[in-house]
C-alpha cells in the first residue's frame, strides 16, 4: 500500500454497544455479537475500496466509540476535534486526538467548551462545509468549523436538520468528489451547488443516502433496492453491507470511519 493511500480509522466495538444511544422503544435489541461481524465486513470493504485501516480498541466505559466520525473532522491536512453533542460521548475525543496526532503532517484544531459539534453533521461538497444545526451541533460548532477550515478556502453554511432526524449526513452524503446522494426532501437539497452530480432516493429509503465510496465503488446498506437501482444506472459498482445493528443505534456507514484521503483538500 503506498503511502497515498487514503486511511480510514474506526474504532473497535464494546460490549457496552449493547446499550448505545438512538435505540428506540420497541425495536429489537442490539446482538453485539453481530454487529462486530458486520463491523469486520465493513473494514474489509473499505481495505478492497485501498484504505489503510487503523483500528482503535474499543472502550468499555463508551457504547457510543465505534462511531468515529462524530469527533473530528479531516480536511487536506487539517483535523478538527469535535465537541460531541452528547455529554456521555465526549470521553470519545481523547482517544482519537492520540491516534490523529500520530498521523504524519496532521495539523490539529479543538472545538472550544460550550460549542457543541458531530462530525456527522458534516457534509463537505466542494470547497463547502455544510453543517447541520440539529440537536447535537450548534452554532458555535458550525464557528469552530470556521475557525479551523476558513483558512483553506472552504466555506461553511449552516443547514437546518429537522426534528426527528440525527444528522444531516443521515439523509445526505457525498462519498466521492462531485457526487451527492441525497434523500428526497432532505433539507439539505436546496442548498446544493447546481453543478454537482446527485442521485436522489426514494424518501421510504432515506437511510440509503448515507453511503461511503472510493473511485467508481460505493459502499451501500443492504434492503434498499430503489436506491441501489438508481446508483448501478450511473455506473457505480456497489458494495452491499448488512448494517442492521448500527441502524438500531441511529448509526450509518459514514459514522464507523474518519477518512483521510490525500489529494483531497
Ligand atoms: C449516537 O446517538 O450518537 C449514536 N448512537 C449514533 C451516532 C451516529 N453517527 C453518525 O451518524 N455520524
Not at 48 to 65: F, N, S
Not at 100 to 125: C, F, K, N, Q, S
Not at 225 to 253: I, K, M, N
Request: with cysteine; hydrophobic share 50%; charged share 20%.
Amino acid at each position: 500500500m503506498s503511502a497515498a493511500a487514503p486511511t480510514a480509522l474506526v474504532r473497535e466495538l464494546p460490549d457496552s454497544f449493547a446499550v448505545a444511544l438512538g435505540q428506540v422503544e420497541g425495536a429489537p435489541s442490539i446482538d453485539v455479537g453481530r454487529a462486530r461481524a458486520q463491523h469486520a465486513a465493513y473494514r474489509a470493504a473499505l481495505q478492497r475500496l485501498g484504505h489503510r485501516v487503523v483500528a482503535l480498541p474499543a472502550d468499555e466505559a463508551l457504547p457510543d466509540c465505534c462511531f468515529v466520525e462524530d469527533v473530528a473532522i479531516i480536511v487536506g491536512d487539517r483535523a478538527l476535534l469535535t465537541r460531541p453533542g452528547a455529554a456521555s460521548r465526549r470521553g470519545e475525543v481523547a482517544a482519537v486526538a492520540d491516534a490523529l496526532a500520530g498521523w504524519p503532517g496532521l495539523e490539529l484544531h479543538v472545538t472550544p467548551e460550550g460549542a457543541r459539534l458531530d462530525g456527522g453533521d458534516v457534509l463537505r461538497v466542494g470547497d463547502v462545509l455544510f453543517v447541520g444545526q440539529s440537536r447535537r451541533t450548534d452554532a458555535g460548532g458550525a464557528d469552530a468549523l470556521r475557525r479551523a477550515f476558513a483558512p483553506l478556502g472552504l466555506s461553511v453554511v449552516p443547514v437546518p436538520v429537522p426534528e426527528g432526524v440525527l444528522h444531516l449526513k443521515c439523509h445526505a452524503s457525498s462519498p466521492v468528489d462531485g457526487l451527492v446522494v441525497v434523500a428526497e426532501g432532505a433539507t439539505v437539497a436546496p442548498y446544493l451547488p447546481a453543478g454537482v452530480r446527485r442521485v436522489t432516493v426514494p424518501q421510504a429509503e432515506a437511510y440509503a443516502a448515507n453511503t461511503v465510496g472510493a473511485g467508481d465503488v460505493l459502499i451501500v446498506a443492504a434492503g434498499f433496492p430503489e436506491t441501489a437501482a438508481r446508483l448501478r444506472a450511473e455506473g457505480f459498482t456497489l458494495e452491499v453491507l448488512d448494517v442492521s445493528e448500527f441502524a438500531l443505534a441511529d448509526g450509518s456507514l459514514t459514522c464507523l470511519s474518519l477518512l483521510r484521503r490525500p489529494g483531497r483538500l
